[in-house]
């Protein structure tokens, strides 16, 4: 079969990222979105507003944080910790032996570290000088 033409979308639109999705997903490379779970933590101030949230997804033992937020307002009072810890807890109870993370901030690699993950990779100069790391905590 001979190459016709490659061509670039950029940005992508959704149905074309669908439908590369799709094709991965029917030869078994990628889950389709009914076979992981995604989850959603949220801290919510007294006028209802988020302050802070943590949303991951679960499939094959493990759950990633994909995402994790709080309000620069309410920084440094636990919720970041807290957030993760209540992660783990679900990780766990749906089975998960481990749960992994990214971040390019050292800030929030420090308190990763701290509360037990541990760096598995890096990729260097991600932005600028900085790296971009990738960290993974054990559920016993």
């Given at each position: 079969m001979s190459i016709v033409k490659i061509e670039i979308e950029s940005p992508a639109s959704e149905e074309r990222i669908g439908e590369l999705h799709n094709n991965l997903a029917s030869a078994g490379q990628a889950l389709r979105e009914d076979e992981f779970e995604t989850f959603l933590l949220k801290v919510v101030g007294q006028d209802g507003k988020m302050i802070a949230g943590c949303k991951g997804e679960i499939a094959f033992r493990s759950a990633h944080i994909s995402e994790l937020w709080v309000d620069?307002?309410?920084r440094g009072q636990g919720l970041g910790r807290k957030l993760?810890?209540?992660?783990?807890?679900?990780?766990?109870?749906?089975?998960?032996?481990?749960?992994?993370?990214?971040?390019?901030?050292?800030?929030?690699?420090?308190?990763?570290?701290?509360?037990?993950?541990?760096?598995?990779?890096?990729?260097?100069?991600?932005?600028?000088s900085n790296a971009f790391y990738y960290l993974e905590k054990r559920l016993a």
């Amino acid at each position: 079969m001979s190459i016709v033409k490659i061509e670039i979308e950029s940005p992508a639109s959704e149905e074309r990222i669908g439908e590369l999705h799709n094709n991965l997903a029917s030869a078994g490379q990628a889950l389709r979105e009914d076979e992981f779970e995604t989850f959603l933590l949220k801290v919510v101030g007294q006028d209802g507003k988020m302050i802070a949230g943590c949303k991951g997804e679960i499939a094959f033992r493990s759950a990633h944080i994909s995402e994790l937020w709080v309000d620069e307002s309410h920084r440094g009072q636990g919720l970041g910790r807290k957030l993760l810890g209540y992660a783990e807890r679900h990780a766990k109870a749906q089975h998960c032996i481990r749960v992994h993370l990214e971040t390019r901030n050292s800030k929030a690699r420090e308190l990763y570290e701290h509360l037990g993950y541990a760096v598995f990779g890096s990729l260097p100069d991600y932005e600028g000088s900085n790296a971009f790391y990738y960290l993974e905590k054990r559920l016993a």
